[in-house]
């Protein structure tokens, strides 16, 4: 609790703007779908066969996984993209179900006697409907609209992976750095903000119910929850169209290269936008042909093979000319390498090594029909993945490997939960974990040199950005990032002050 309580103390700043910013996608999320939802509900509760397709529509849409749905967005012109915008129509369409739901329930259980009341006293159905059955299915519209809301809390946390900011942001870096710290940091006022606003909703579900008895009960809870929007409204304010987007994907290393990134952009007197984390390579790759970042640090093998799909070659200077002239085709700017190469590491635990005298991949496989295997998501698909290495190494392991997150993989192997992964060679937790990395005789995967891309059009308008991004050229050994990534992973060191203090040599 105290290393929970430190960490709040010395990210208040960070952690006020992510609150801020979950609040305000929530919240408008929820307006939004109100303003759909509630029109629909008494359209559908005044035509009966027009209540159960849209309640079956809305119910699909609810069974599709939350993350699957920013996957689906994402390409999809307007509505989609890297960033809120995907976030809130995702949140949006999360909400519409509930709140359609009570709204016909609520009209729906209106005493007849009373509508034929209003009826007998000449009231139109536009009066009947503001002034009779409204007010009476209000209770149950706002029921609705609590489930919206807090089912929007939650989901709005995933809404990270696509750099929609919030609370997530911190859930997704500690999962990253295996750090229960950062991930309560995140997890536990996004628990709290839910039962906050389920109890603000509750009180204001109430005050309706009751009307005159419950008016102070309504006006505070009403109270509340404008001033929290007011505040988060306030605090979540982005920085303006001038910043430089900086991008990473969601790995510690990526993690710590973006903020190498920003704060060397930074000192070069240029204002910086953070969307960090945000998941995998064709997230990052599609965020800067789209525009929605402007810069982010790519390896060369993984741009030829899972980005452009060509073939695997082993040759470096190859590579990086080959990716380079296929990033200006497509309007962006592959600037010189950082200076080290981040091939994939085929790990092992090292007191297996040691009794069983593995050296190389080669030795693996002849252990391979006893072991058990464990991947991140990319590599078992990437044409430079693990169907080639099986095929090249003739690796015979008894069950399909175990396809998880790629830093939780480590500490699978570590626990002795699979027996063989593929990690990064720069990985910190090799070192803090005991691992040990197999030689790759047969030279399968090619070099994974380190590169910023960046949209040429951003450096166009900079020109102060292309100084500033390579004065990292050349700068970052593997020595050196395997020492950040140690930093960070194992010794649970702030993220931006491995970074600071990196730049601060570098001077």
């Not at 991930?183 to 389920?198: F, Q, R």
């Not at 190469?341 to 190389?360: Q, Y």
Request: proline share 5%; hydrophobic share 50%.
């Amino acid at each position: 609790m105290s290393r929970l309580i430190g960490f709040w103390a010395t990210h208040i700043d960070e952690l006020m703007r992510l609150i801020a910013q979950h609040v305000l996608l929530v919240a408008a999320s929820t307006a939004i779908a109100c303003a759909i939802a509630i029109p629909l509900g008494i359209f559908a509760a005044r035509r009966p066969a027009l209540a159960s397709p849209l309640t079956v529509a809305a119910n699909i849409v609810q069974t599709i996984p939350s993350l699957a749905m920013f996957g689906f967005l994402l390409p999809v012109p307007l509505l989609g993209g890297v960033g809120p915008r995907a976030a809130l129509v995702v949140l949006i369409l999360y909400g519409l179900l509930p709140i359609l739901r009570t709204t016909i329930a609520g009209l729906r259980s209106i005493d007849r006697s009373i509508v034929e009341a209003a009826d007998a006293m000449g009231m139109t159905a536009g009066e009947r409907l503001r002034l009779v059955e409204l007010p009476l299915a209000l209770p149950s519209i706002i029921a609705g609209v609590r489930v919206a809301a807090v089912v929007g809390v939650g989901s709005a946390t995933i809404a990270a992976a696509i750099g929609a900011g919030g609370l997530g942001e911190y859930i997704y870096r500690g999962l990253s750095m295996v750090d229960t710290t950062v991930i309560l940091a995140g997890a536990v006022p996004a628990a709290i903000l839910a039962l906050m606003v389920d109890g603000l909703l509750l009180a204001l579900e109430r005050g309706l119910s009751r009307r005159r008895r419950d008016r102070p009960v309504l006006a505070a809870a009403a109270t509340l929850m404008l001033a929290l929007i007011l505040a988060a409204t306030a605090r979540a304010a982005r920085p303006g169209e001038g910043a430089i987007v900086v991008g990473s994907k969601n790995f510690t290393e990526q993690l710590i290269l973006g903020e190498l990134l920003a704060q060397a952009i930074e000192r070069a007197g240029l204002p910086v936008e953070r969307r960090l984390n945000l998941g995998g390579t064709l997230i990052c790759d599609r965020a800067t042909l789209t525009g929605d970042i402007d810069a982010y640090v790519e390896y060369t093998g993984t741009a030829l093979t899972a980005v452009f799909h060509r073939g695997v070659d082993n040759d470096s200077a190859r590579v990086f000319d080959a990716v380079r002239q296929e990033y200006a085709r497509t309007g962006r700017t592959l600037l010189p390498g950082l200076g080290f190469n981040n091939t994939f590491a085929i790990l092992v635990r090292a007191a297996d090594a040691r009794a069983r005298g593995l050296r190389t991949i080669d030795d693996a496989a002849r252990e391979s029909p006893r072991w058990r295997a464990g991947f991140g998501y990319e590599f078992m698909e990437r044409p430079d993945g693990y169907p080639g290495l099986a095929k090249t190494y003739d690796l015979r392991f008894p069950q399909t490997p175990r396809v998880m997150d790629l830093t939780l993989s480590y500490r699978a192997l570590a626990s002795g939960q699979v027996d063989l992964i593929a990690g990064d060679s720069t990985a910190g937790l090799i070192k803090g974990l005991d691992l040990v990395q197999l030689e790759d005789t047969r030279h399968y995967f090619p070099p994974y040199d380190a590169a910023v891309v960046a949209r040429a059009e951003t450096l166009h308008r900079y020109p102060a950005l292309r100084s500033a991004v390579e004065v990292l050229s050349g700068r970052v050994s593997t020595d050196d990032m395997r020492a950040m990534n140690y930093a960070a992973d194992v010794e649970h060191r702030d993220i931006r002050s491995i970074a600071a203090a990196f730049l601060a040599r570098t001077r």
